[in-house]
């Protein structure tokens, strides 16, 4: 089973083959990437401090052919071979999701190949089970630059979200905050390059929903809090602006091993036949090693597996968008009619929890 990605919900250009071995035993998966090619477009936003819109869309519009020329060129597959074409088709910017999932509708038609409309959060929930051949029922940590959730993973289209931002994203949070600082986009690698040489216990800054009864993140008054600091000591040397860094990276820290510790307590009260229970850690923002590490060491307590794919394949990318495709395709649960389906800016992964405070009429951004 091979099947061909395409990845346009934000800021990256991407496209992949997947290969999965169609003579393995049903409870053995053996999948393969066979070519995963992410065209990042940070150059053309970083002088906006944040992803334009309408720039990203022309931007896929250039590059997108020659992404999927070059992915089937490295995979060595034909697409007279490819089993089905998977694209993202949200939640996302529209503009890209359009192009995306326009561009796949054509292929499909031209090709005489099935359309899979893949939710790109489903792309990060099953990614574990792509690289790590991870069992269902497990916990997925979500932390990028437009989400924030804990998620149970109980099955293929099978999603309970426990958790999710009221505000801001994490990875928001750190672009923002890396502007105010003066700091280069993306915010988050430059954010935490700056707080290695930072003193974390300068700024007491607050643990947002800490302690609360209630599961879910904030991290707009950790922003908030950032600025008014900032501003308090201006102008800032560059030791100000690595102890703010060093400081703010701690307390969302805190914050983060706070709530996803009630949530590895209550995973471990409802899956209580999982003997080898599993936290799985995506998005851009996993690969800040104060984070990796607060979460690790919880995990350990707790008697949980931490399982982070790789950096590749935690940032937005194809390839967990070709494999969603395989993993529908093996269940029988392909979706709805791909060729008419309207690409989403809002589909939230679990369509039974409440919106959000602050989410408006159309419901949560995720």
Request: proline share 6%.
């Given at each position: 089973?091979?099947?061909?990605?395409?990845e346009?919900?934000?800021?990256?250009?991407?496209?992949?083959?997947?290969?999965?071995?169609?003579?393995?035993?049903?409870?053995?998966?053996?999948?393969?990437?066979?070519?995963?090619?992410?065209?990042?477009?940070?150059?053309?936003?970083?002088?906006?401090?944040?992803?334009?819109?309408?720039?990203?869309?022309?931007?896929?519009?250039?590059?997108?052919?020659?992404?999927?020329?070059?992915?089937?060129?490295?995979?060595?597959?034909?697409?007279?071979?490819?089993?089905?074409?998977?694209?993202?088709?949200?939640?996302?910017?529209v503009?890209?999701?359009?192009?995306g999932?326009?561009?796949?509708?054509?292929?499909?038609?031209?090709?005489?190949?099935?359309?899979?409309?893949?939710?790109?959060?489903?792309?990060?929930a099953?990614?574990?089970?792509?690289?790590?051949?991870?069992?269902?029922?497990?916990?997925?940590?979500l932390?990028?630059?437009?989400?924030?959730?804990?998620?149970?993973?109980?099955?293929?289209?099978?999603?309970?979200?426990?958790?999710?931002?009221?505000?801001?994203?994490?990875?928001?949070?750190?672009?923002k905050?890396?502007?105010?600082?003066?700091?280069?986009?993306?915010?988050?690698?430059?954010?935490?390059?700056?707080?290695?040489?930072?003193?974390?216990?300068?700024?007491?800054?607050?643990?947002?929903?800490?302690?609360?009864?209630q599961?879910?993140?904030?991290?707009?008054?950790?922003?908030?809090?950032?600025?008014?600091?900032?501003?308090?000591?201006?102008?800032?040397?560059?030791?100000?602006?690595?102890?703010?860094?060093?400081?703010?990276?701690?307390?969302?820290?805190?914050?983060?091993?706070?709530?996803?510790?009630?949530a590895?307590?209550?995973?471990?009260?409802?899956?209580?036949?999982?003997?080898?229970?599993?936290?799985?850690?995506?998005g851009?923002?996993?690969?800040?090693?104060?984070?990796?590490?607060?979460?690790?060491?919880?995990?350990?307590?707790?008697g949980?597996?931490?399982?982070?794919?790789?950096?590749?394949?935690?940032?937005?990318?194809?390839?967990?968008?070709?494999?969603?495709?395989?993993?529908?395709?093996?269940?029988?649960i392909?979706?709805?009619?791909?060729?008419?389906?309207?690409?989403?800016s809002?589909?939230?992964?679990?369509?039974?929890?409440?919106?959000?405070?602050?989410?408006?009429?159309?419901g949560?951004?995720?």
């Open positions: 089973m091979r099947v061909l990605g395409i346009t919900s934000c800021d990256e250009t991407a496209a992949s083959v997947v290969a999965l071995d169609s003579s393995s035993a049903p409870q053995i998966m053996s999948p393969k990437i066979l070519s995963n090619v992410v065209l990042s477009q940070i150059e053309e936003h970083a002088a906006f401090g944040g992803v334009v819109p309408e720039i990203a869309a022309r931007a896929h519009v250039e590059a997108l052919d020659g992404i999927i020329e070059a992915a089937l060129a490295d995979s060595g597959v034909e697409l007279a071979d490819i089993d089905a074409i998977a694209a993202t088709a949200g939640p996302g910017l503009g890209g999701l359009i192009v999932l326009m561009t796949a509708k054509a292929i499909a038609a031209a090709a005489k190949k099935p359309l899979i409309a893949i939710n790109h959060l489903e792309g990060h099953l990614t574990a089970r792509l690289t790590d051949g991870l069992d269902f029922p497990y916990l997925l940590l932390v990028s630059g437009g989400h924030t959730q804990i998620v149970a993973v109980r099955g293929v289209g099978d999603y309970q979200r426990w958790a999710t931002t009221i505000d801001d994203a994490l990875g928001e949070a750190f672009d905050t890396a502007k105010m600082l003066g700091l280069p986009y993306p915010g988050g690698p430059n954010v935490e390059k700056a707080a290695a040489s930072g003193d974390a216990t300068r700024f007491a800054f607050p643990r947002p929903m800490k302690g609360s009864v599961p879910d993140f904030s991290f707009s008054g950790l922003k908030t809090a950032v600025r008014q600091a900032a501003t308090a000591i201006a102008p800032l040397s560059d030791q100000d602006v690595a102890d703010i860094c060093a400081s703010f990276q701690a307390a969302v820290a805190d914050a983060l091993g706070d709530r996803v510790s009630r590895l307590t209550r995973f471990r009260q409802q899956f209580p036949a999982k003997t080898e229970p599993a936290l799985v850690v995506a851009g923002v996993a690969a800040n090693r104060r984070i990796k590490a607060t979460l690790q060491a919880l995990c350990e307590q707790a949980f597996s931490f399982v982070a794919p790789p950096l590749k394949l935690c940032t937005d990318n194809a390839a967990m968008i070709a494999w969603a495709g395989i993993e529908r395709l093996r269940a029988g392909s979706g709805e009619n791909a060729a008419d389906f309207v690409p989403r809002r589909w939230p992964l679990d369509s039974v929890s409440a919106p959000m405070v602050g989410s408006g009429r159309r949560a951004k995720a």
